[in-house]
């Protein structure tokens, strides 16, 4: 069973930035995850923000390339999102999530979840 935690978030205004953290434990039979940060805005559908592929590529969403940056830690258990020039569109929780199936993780189905963090961009 894999646990993710997220830490990072909070409030900033716009241009500011953000960096959120994400560590995984629990792990231990030799899966390869995908990992994957998700954002939810209140009334709005959850959002898949930057996706990092297992073998170390990145994917972004188009509202965030240039400003967010997807990397995993040197421990390769902590997954962050560097966020710049943060906009206050950009405000929602943000969500860690893995799994070892690219396409379930791709649709936002994938098995394991954290508990989010709040971030929030004024204006």
């Known amino acids: 069973q894999l646990q993710l935690v997220e830490t990072g978030g909070g409030s900033v205004q716009s241009g500011g930035s953000l960096t959120l953290s994400c560590v995984a434990s629990?792990?231990?039979?030799?899966?390869?995850?995908?990992m994957c940060w998700f954002r939810q805005a209140p009334g709005k559908e959850r959002e898949r923000v930057a996706f990092f592929h297992s073998d170390g590529y990145a994917n972004y969403a188009d509202s965030v390339k240039g400003r967010f940056t997807i990397s995993q830690g040197n421990s390769n258990n902590t997954l962050h999102l560097q966020m710049n020039n943060l906009k206050p569109e950009d405000t929602a929780k943000y969500f860690c999530?893995?799994?070892?199936?690219?396409?379930?993780?791709?649709?936002?189905?994938?098995?394991?979840w954290g508990q989010g963090t709040q971030v929030t961009v004024s204006s």
């Open positions: 629990g792990y231990s039979d030799g899966t390869k995850y995908h």
């Open positions: 999530a893995a799994d070892g199936r690219f396409g379930q993780l791709w649709a936002g189905l994938g098995a394991y």
